[in-house]
Every structure is written in structure tokens, then in C-alpha cells.
């Protein structure tokens, strides 16, 4: 199992905006491997490289329903926005068994670099553009929670803090 555990929210580093990659060689595919390793173990359907406290413009994601289509984009910029919006219910494996609704552009076209340097553009719709959003914001620092009320983010902020304060005395 890969060497990389996911940050929890509140934690700090989470709000640490990454820096382009400079390079895709083998650090980085080992790094999408691992990402992707840990994404599928824990059942999501994005993981960003600051989850993991790396600081640098990478995501793995897989919104396939046979979970057999992982994309990994490296250095991901949204290049058209749909004017449509729409309202999705998510979650973040930062913010665990927390689930709200966040409003987000319909459908977005990405270009990125694949696990192979080469650049590609995705156009993305339904999960893959609720998906790709939120994990492009995780490399701006943000977190989904920062879209709810500020009664609500306090609300998950305590409740975090206790679930893992509870989880390191059970351990
Ligand atoms: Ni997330």
C-alpha cells in the first residue's frame, strides 16, 4: 500500500495552493499511482494532491460506474464553463461521511497533462464536471465545505475534530 495518507479537514495544509508540475516523469506517475491506489481503497471518485499534502497541480479521478476509467490530470486548466449551473450533493475524502449540496457549472472542458505528458482535453459532464470542479478547487486550497453556510462549516469543523480526536484514543 502506498505511503500517502488523506488530510483531514480542518487540517491546515488543505488550504495550501499547489504549484504547477514541472515535469512528468517517474516521480509523478508513481505519485498518480499511489493517488489512484489510495482513491479506489477508500471508494472516491477524486482524489486532489494536496489531499495527500503534496503541493503540486495533479488529479487522479474515476466517475465510471464500473470504476475502470481512471483520468489522471496533471496541471488541469478549465477552458470553457457552461453558463448552465446546477446543484449536486458531494462529499470529499477530506470531510469524511459528510455530504452537502454545492452549486457548480453543469459542464466544464479541461485540458491537462496525461500520465504519459502528453496533453489532452476532457469535456465534462454530470459527476465527471461536479468531480472536477471540486478536485481543481483542492489544488486552489479549497475545500467543498467553504461553499456552506458559515454555521454549517463550523458545524463540520467540530465535528471532524471530534471524530478524529475519538479515532486516535479507539486506535
Ligand atoms: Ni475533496
Given at each position: 500500500?502506498?505511503?500517502?495518507?488523506i488530510?483531514?479537514?480542518?487540517d491546515?495544509?488543505?488550504?495550501?495552493?499547489?504549484k504547477?508540475v514541472?515535469?512528468?516523469?517517474?516521480?509523478?506517475?508513481?505519485l498518480?499511482?499511489?493517488?489512484?491506489?489510495?482513491?479506489?481503497?477508500?471508494?472516491?471518485?477524486?482524489l486532489?494532491?494536496?489531499?495527500?499534502?503534496?503541493?503540486?497541480?495533479?488529479?487522479?479521478?474515476?466517475?465510471?460506474?464500473?470504476?475502470?476509467?481512471?483520468?489522471?490530470?496533471i496541471?488541469p486548466?478549465?477552458?470553457?464553463?457552461?453558463d448552465?449551473?446546477?446543484?449536486?450533493?458531494?462529499?470529499?475524502?477530506?470531510?469524511?461521511?459528510?455530504?452537502?449540496?454545492?452549486?457548480?457549472?453543469?459542464?466544464?472542458?479541461?485540458?491537462a497533462?496525461?500520465?504519459?505528458?502528453?496533453?489532452f482535453?476532457m469535456?465534462?459532464?454530470?459527476?465527471?464536471?461536479?468531480?472536477?470542479?471540486?478536485?481543481?478547487?483542492?489544488?486552489?486550497?479549497?475545500?467543498?465545505?467553504e461553499?456552506?453556510?458559515?454555521?454549517?462549516?463550523?458545524?463540520?469543523?467540530?465535528?471532524?475534530?471530534?471524530?478524529?480526536?475519538?479515532?486516535?484514543?479507539?486506535?
Amino acid at each position: 500500500m502506498a505511503q500517502l495518507s488523506i488530510l483531514r479537514y480542518p487540517d491546515p495544509r488543505l488550504h495550501t495552493v499547489a504549484k504547477p508540475v514541472a515535469v512528468v516523469d517517474d516521480r509523478i506517475r508513481r505519485l498518480a499511482d499511489d493517488m489512484a491506489e489510495i482513491m479506489y481503497a477508500a471508494e472516491g471518485v477524486g482524489l486532489a494532491a494536496t489531499q495527500v499534502d503534496v503541493h503540486e497541480r495533479l488529479i487522479v479521478m474515476d466517475t465510471s460506474e464500473a470504476r475502470d476509467h481512471l483520468v489522471v490530470l496533471i496541471n488541469p486548466q478549465i477552458i470553457w464553463r457552461s453558463d448552465e449551473m446546477r446543484v449536486a450533493e458531494e462529499g470529499c475524502l477530506s470531510v469524511p461521511q459528510i455530504y452537502d449540496k454545492v452549486e457548480r457549472h453543469a459542464s466544464v472542458k479541461v485540458q491537462a497533462l496525461g500520465r504519459d505528458g502528453e496533453t489532452f482535453e476532457m469535456h465534462a459532464l454530470d459527476l465527471a464536471a461536479v468531480c472536477v470542479q471540486h478536485e481543481m478547487d483542492h489544488l486552489l486550497g479549497k475545500v467543498f465545505v467553504e461553499y456552506l453556510s458559515a454555521l454549517k462549516r463550523d458545524r463540520i469543523r467540530t465535528k471532524m475534530i471530534k471524530k478524529t480526536r475519538d479515532e486516535m484514543r479507539d486506535a
